[in-house]
Structure formats: C-alpha cells, structure tokens
C-alpha cells in the first residue's frame, strides 16, 4: 500500500529549540510539499520540492528551511521553535509521471511549542 | 496568484439530505480542481477532481461541477451518511510555473442521524 510517512503523530518542543520534521514516500515520486493547518486558515504551504536537492520557498516559508537529500525524503527545519509556529504539519507527495497532479498525504505531525 | 475562497465553513445536514460546498478561484489559468476530505486525526484524502475542459464529474454519491466563466466550482454530496462528517478542502491550481496547489478554508460537514 502505497504512503507517505510521518515520523512523529505528536511532537512537544520548547521554544528556541531546532525542530526535525521528517516525511517519507514509498512511491518515487518527484514533488513533495510540506503545509501547515491552522484552524480557520486551512492548509498553507510553506515549501516545496521538485526533485532531489531542489526546494522552493511557498506562501509562508519564514522561520523554516528544508532538506532534500534524497528522493525519498524530505525533511521540514524549524531553525529556533516560537510558539506561534504551533501547528499540524501536513506532508505530502506528487508523482508526475505516476498520477499527474493528485496529492497524496500523510497523517500530519501535530507540534506544540512550549 | 491564485486565490481560492470557500463557502461555507460549517454545514450541517441530516442523513439522507444532500450537502452543497461552493468554492470560487480568482486565476483564470487554473485548470484542475481538486477536493480532499479530511477525517479526525487522519490527513486528507483526494475525493474527486475535475479538469478545466470539463464541466460535471460523478463518482457515486459525490460530484463536482465547474463554471469557468464565472470561475467556481462546487462539490455535492447527495444522500449523506454520517461517515460523509468530515473536513472538506477545495483547491485550485496556481499557474505562476510550479502548478502548485492553492487549497481554500475548508468545510465542516456533519451529517446528524
């Protein structure tokens, strides 16, 4: 069964800390994204990756950085964790070749900074 | 680039009614149209979707139409089922060359037995 994978389903920080958010997909797919889902705002996407070692700023990248080393994984920074950076985070994947332009997501990791 | 914008952010139905979920775009580029549901504790699901070059997509219960000339587009779900309560997402493509998607506000749906 085909998944994207989140390593963590609830994550409690204390501010300033670095934060590791970690995504794996199964299905060689070319793009991954990660969003953030707050009430009331729905989901904003903060970067994103077209391939290996490539990334691209989306709506809200302030305060995060990525990493994409390899194909499989993509990894959401939190350099120094402020309260307001308390979210579910949601990942997910897109294989162009596989299904076009569907998204296929994770469960989400939901962070508390403390 | 794109803006997406949906309506209403809460509904409530009663089994077996139908649930009506509009949403409108603000780039005319746009060309697919996706809705995602989203059930407590999970992430969301890609529930149907439909192209710019057509105008009404089926599947079961669930279906979307899409007006482009007035840029919206809406997802009916007939006979509803308390399984169908959920969080619904529409989103819209952003054609500024990465055809990422832009998703609106959401919708609470419950469906009372």
């Known amino acids: 069964d085909v998944k994207v994978t989140q390593s963590s389903r609830y994550l409690v920080k204390r501010t300033g800390e670095k934060v590791f958010l970690e995504c794996v997909q199964d299905?060689?797919?070319?793009?991954m994204f990660w969003y953030r889902q707050d009430p009331g705002l729905g989901l904003r996407l903060i970067y994103f990756?077209?391939?290996?070692?490539?990334?691209e700023k989306g709506d809200i990248p302030e305060g995060y950085s990525v990493s994409r080393e390899k194909k499989e994984r993509f990894s959401l920074i939190l350099e120094s964790a402020s309260t307001n950076q308390t979210s579910m985070y949601l990942c997910?994947?897109?294989?162009?070749?596989?299904?076009?332009?569907?998204?296929?997501f994770g469960s989400g990791t939901q962070l508390s900074v403390l | 680039g794109e803006n997406v914008e949906q309506h209403p952010s809460t509904l409530s139905v009663q089994e077996g009614d139908s649930a009506v979920i509009k949403c409108t775009y603000s780039?005319?580029?746009?060309?697919?149209f996706p809705w995602y549901k989203q059930e407590l504790g999970k992430g969301p699901q890609l529930i149907i979707d439909i192209r710019s070059n057509v105008g009404e997509k089926k599947d079961q219960r669930i279906a979307v139409t899409l007006n482009k000339t007035a840029k919206h587009f809406s997802l009916h779900i007939t006979e509803t089922q308390p399984e169908d309560s959920a969080v619904y997402f529409c989103a819209g493509t952003d054609q500024g060359g990465s055809e990422k998607l832009v998703f609106g506000k959401g919708t609470k749906l419950t469906v009372n037995p």
């Open positions: 299905m060689d797919h070319e793009n």
């Open positions: 997910a994947s897109r294989g162009l070749r596989q299904g076009g332009e569907k998204l296929l």
């Open positions: 780039d005319s580029a746009s060309n697919y």
């Open positions: 990756s077209y391939d290996v070692k490539m990334k």
